[in-house]
């Protein structure tokens, strides 16, 4: 359960269902279903019954997997509803707006649905088109905020998975459900979520771009992420170890996806409690001050960060190939036990190897202030 991408709905729909102020938000929504359900079909059910009872006081969208079905469902006013299962073939990408499209209510093996929803928009003469049941037309927004925050983000999944395919990013109707003719992988994933308009005329750090084009569009890997992940559950292992989450502390742009088995009792400290002010143990302050460090001379450093990340991935899924192999030789508490300390010599060595970089950089960078001086070449 990945809770909760904030997602907006329009004045017209909130105003016969506004928000409920003290109702079940993203900081408790997690606790109040995970523990209470076995599927990612079951935890959409209990979530809708939450919403019924409590109200929710903010759009939210939430992402539910199992080992079969990835369901994604958006709240987008007080007591409504809808969640869609993305196609075994398919994948979506979403960016803080509505992005459910047409609603097929006599199929509930791919769609679920507030009790009522016909009839609330029926009753409000909500539905702007004149046929269907437009899920994003009818909540969702479609202003000039979506067009340079949110549209440009989902543009660029798609065009990243589909390069074939040329679409506008701030065309309001791309599509929510998508195919591709490869496997997607985890490091697929995880360069998306770093990306910036990567080799685009709208990528920050573009030579060639006008400053026009470049800050046009909100990048997808910003600052101010405090984590990215990708959640993963693989049907090639025993399940007791097959679920992996890649967490990334610090910039998704310059710092490492790292696995963390999900079948563990402790993390490692330095990932249990960030200090307020900055202290190099911590992960969170380490990972950040890599970032800042990469991208304060990035023309000179971001290669020096490709290469660190490129080897550092390799050296990551033999880790998680060998601990798959050696974990086999376990069960019960004694897996936990091993998946745990497993899970934190890896932050250890991760840790390591940061330092290295960190190092690496530092020693490079004395090399490039402007307060040098060459007698021979200024003359």
Known sequence: MSATESTYGNERALAFDPLVKDGMDEDVIVRMVLPYVDSAKG???RTGELIAKYGSPAGNSVLFSDSDDVWYMEIVSGHHWVAQRIPDDSYAVCANRVSIQQVDFNDPSQFMWSDGIQEFVESNHLNTDKTGFNFRHI???DNMKDRHYNTPRVWFGQKFFNPEIEQDPEDGELPFIMKTD????????EYVLGSHYNETPYDPFSPDASDADKYRYRPIGLNRTQNSHV????NDVPEEFAAIMWLCIGFPTYTPYIPFYTNMNETDASYNDASLEFNFK???????ALSVLVESHYTDFIQDDIDFL???RQDLRMSVAETDKLAKNYTGEELV???TTRNQKVVKE???KTHKLFGQLYTKGINLSKLTFNMDKNL
């Open 43 to 45: 935890a959409v059910q």
């Open 182 to 189: 490869h496997k997607i992988s985890v490091d697929d994933i």
């Open 350 to 352: 991760m840790a390591d």
């Open 139 to 141: 909540f969702g927004t």
């Open 310 to 312: 490129t080897e550092v």
């Open 282 to 288: 911590d992960a969170y302050w380490m990972y950040n």
């Open 231 to 234: 959640l993963q559950i693989r």
């Open 337 to 339: 036990e091993f998946l």
